[in-house]
T-cell receptor, first 113, second 115 residues
Framework: AQSVTQLGSHVSVSEGALVLLRCNYS??????LFWYVQYPNQGLQLLLK??????LVKGINGFEAEFKKSETSFHLTKPSAHMSDAAEYFCAVIANTGNQFYFGTGTSLTVIP | GAGVSQSPSNKVTEKGKDVELRCDPI?????LYWYRQSLGQGLEFLIYFQGNSAPDKSGLPSDRFSAERTGGSVSTLTIQRTQQEDSAVYLCASSLDGTGFSPLHFGNGTRLTVT
């Protein structure tokens, strides 16, 4: 079975500071991993995905994530936060042989001017 | 259309009434998913369609919930005898083939309020 845990339901950073959103996964088979972002009153948008190619994945809006099998982690980072990054972020996992996406409970990012 | 379309965007209903929520997936996407999003609860999986069949209905919370998909396209989620705890945002997503290699594309959701 697959699952994800997002540590920290709320994260606040100052504008220009590093963004780090944590995601740890559990999977009995090689996983595919995703980060989605949800802006207020909108649906979820794909930020980036890991599908067993390069372990460092670059996404939209300057975000990137690194797949670390030894740590079962897929943390999301951005070097410099922008006000427009304020949103809800969700990590998701699916087995590479499966069809069921499992989502974390989300992390709300606040950017302080 | 270019994206996943859901209607209505908002629905207010009285307790005990039935509601129907509609999802139009991206054209050509064979897989369709329904999720429920409640405050602080993340995304709760409800049901998954591959074509018109639903191989995974494990997330439907009770027999008041049902869903169908016709023509491998439009899907309808029906909630009978609505209860206040059904209030949530219902999200629909589609993907090209239902494998992890094809990510989910989400609609903007239907916000359901049961009074």
């Amino acid at each position: 079975a697959q699952s994800v845990t997002q540590l920290g339901s709320h994260v606040s950073v100052s504008e220009g500071a590093l963004v780090l959103l944590r995601c740890n996964y559990s999977s009995s088979v090689p996983p595919y991993l995703f980060w989605y972002v949800q802006y207020p009153n909108q649906g979820l948008q794909l930020l980036l995905k890991y599908t067993s190619a390069a372990t460092l994945v670059k996404g939209i809006n300057g975000f990137e994530a690194e797949f670390k099998k030894s740590e079962t982690s897929f943390h999301l980072t951005k070097p410099s936060a922008h006000m427009s990054d304020a949103a809800e972020y969700f990590c998701a996992v699916i087995a590479n042989t499966g069809n069921q996406f499992y989502f974390g409970t989300g992390t709300s990012l606040t950017v302080i001017p | 259309g270019a994206g996943v379309s859901q209607s209505p965007s908002n629905k207010v209903t009285e307790k005990g009434k039935d509601v129907e929520l509609r999802c139009d997936p991206i054209s050509g996407h064979t897989a369709l998913y329904w999720y429920r999003q409640s405050l602080g609860q993340g995304l709760e999986f409800l049901i998954y369609f591959q074509g018109n069949s639903a191989p995974d209905k494990s997330g439907l919370p009770s027999d008041r919930f049902s869903a169908e998909r016709t023509g491998g396209s439009v899907s309808t989620l029906t909630i009978q005898r609505t209860q206040q705890e059904d209030s949530a945002v219902y999200l629909c997503a589609s993907s090209l083939d239902g494998t992890g290699f094809s990510p989910l594309h989400f609609g903007n959701g239907t916000r359901l309020t049961v009074t």
